[in-house]
Each structure stands twice: as structure tokens, then as C-alpha cells.
């Protein structure tokens, strides 16, 4: 399944300068970038020598690899003992926890490269929040990608007015996307291409909330 990967930026005090809207298309990582390369964990000097900016433009190297079946050869565990003694990750993701939409894989991360949070529909809450803070303000991250995907099963839901238990709650928070979604076709949860615009506009409101809630917090990233 090709994601459809919806991408703003948050880092430190504001959201950085790309499109507010999405970009569809799937990530993954050629962390090599104006003479940064390393085999197998990020430190703090790489980190720090890139730019929100450049992070982005590796993802979307790194995504092109993926879909092309280019990805890298992968040393898991020589990354795993490369990362142990500490974490330098350039990015916080938050993403669904979609069986088929795994950010690691889709960008061809490394261990140690970013922090992910996952959740069905992409949604945040204070804890998804708590988090981000963490990622960015004490570990150093400089970026925050907001991920959708194409076929969401918590966009269908929340089409379908589904209610499941602590599910149903989860759903209120996509409703609004559903009726800020303009779409001149079929409304439903049946229409993929209404289901995909309105996990586009969901990663829109979604990254709204987040910097709204962080700035009357008075504690942006």
C-alpha cells in the first residue's frame, strides 16, 4: 500500500514554513546531507548540524528509495549498540497505528533516528502532546511530521459515526475534519477518494490543535 503521507513541520517555537496543507507521497531517510554520513546512530554533532529544512529533505530522499524498492540494507543491531548509550533522534512523528502504514519502514529510518508516536487516526491529546515536548525541548528533535495515510480505518469510522467503547471518544476528535472537508462527490465511507480528503484535512486540524494547545500552555516546543 502506497501511504499517503500528510507533512508539516513543528520545531521549537513554530511550525516551520512548508505547506500547510499535505504531501503525498512516502518517506524514508538517505541521511547524508552537505557532509553529514554515518553508518549507524545519529550524535549529537550530526543532529545539531542540520536544519529543520534539511531533515525534511532527507525524509523525502529516503522516501523516494522506499518507493522505488531502493531501500538500504539495514544492520538493526548494529544500530541498536550504536544508539545504546544515548539518543540524538531529529524528529517526532506522530502516526497512525495502521498495520500497513509503519512510518519506520515507509521512510527507512534507522533505530535511533526519530521518536514515533502512534495512534489510530493520527489524533493527539495531551500525552501525544507531553511527548512532543520531550522529543523536542529536552532530547533535541527539530522537526514534528504529522502522518496520515490513504484507506484509514479511524477515518472510516469517524465517517460512519462508529461507536466502540473508548473508540467512540477517539472518533469525536476526528468528526471535524469530516465536516470541515469540502468534497463535492459521494460523502461516505465507501468513496475512498472522500475518505482520503478527509484524512488530508484531519492532519491539517490536527497540527492546528497541536500548536494552539502548546501555545496556550505558554510552553511551544
Not at 14 to 19: G, N, W
Request: hydrophobic fraction near 40%; aromatic fraction near 6%.
Amino acid at each position: 500500500m502506497r501511504a499517503d503521507q500528510h507533512l508539516n513541520g513543528l520545531c521549537r517555537r513554530s511550525f516551520l514554513k512548508t505547506s500547510a496543507a499535505t504531501a503525498a507521497m512516502t518517506f524514508i531517510g538517505a541521511w547524508e546531507l552537505s557532509g553529514i554520513a554515518h553508518a549507524d546512530a545519529f550524535t549529537k554533532a550530526e543532529c545539531d548540524k542540520l536544519s529543520p529544512d534539511d531533515i525534511l529533505a532527507l525524509m523525502k530522499k529516503g522516501n523516494e528509495r522506499f518507493y522505488t524498492g531502493k531501500r538500504e540494507a539495514h544492520n538493526f543491531l548494529a544500530q541498536q549498540r550504536a544508539s545504546a548509550k544515548g539518543q540524538y533522534p531529529a524528529a517526532v512523528l506522530l502516526s497512525c497505528i495502521d498495520s500497513r502504514a509503519s512510518a519506520e519502514t515507509i521512510l527507512d529510518l534507522r533505530i535511533g533516528d526519530v521518536f514515533n508516536s502512534r495512534v489510530a487516526g493520527n489524533v493527539e491529546n495531551s500525552d501525544i502532546l507531553g511527548s512532543m515536548e520531550f522529543a523536542c525541548k529536552l532530547a533535541g528533535a527539530k522537526v514534528v511530521l504529522v502522518m496520515g495515510h490513504t484507506a484509514c480505518g479511524a477515518i472510516k469510522g469517524a465517517i460512519d459515526n462508529a461507536e466502540l467503547g473508548n473508540l467512540t471518544g477517539l472518533l469525536e476528535k476526528i468528526k471535524p475534519a469530516v465536516a470541515a472537508t469540502t468534497y463535492t462527490g459521494e460523502r461516505t465511507s465507501k468513496n475512498y477518494a472522500f475518505v482520503d480528503a478527509v484524512a488530508r484535512k484531519n492532519v491539517e486540524l490536527t497540527i492546528t490543535r497541536a500548536c494552539f494547545g502548546w501555545v496556550e500552555s505558554g510552553d511551544s516546543p
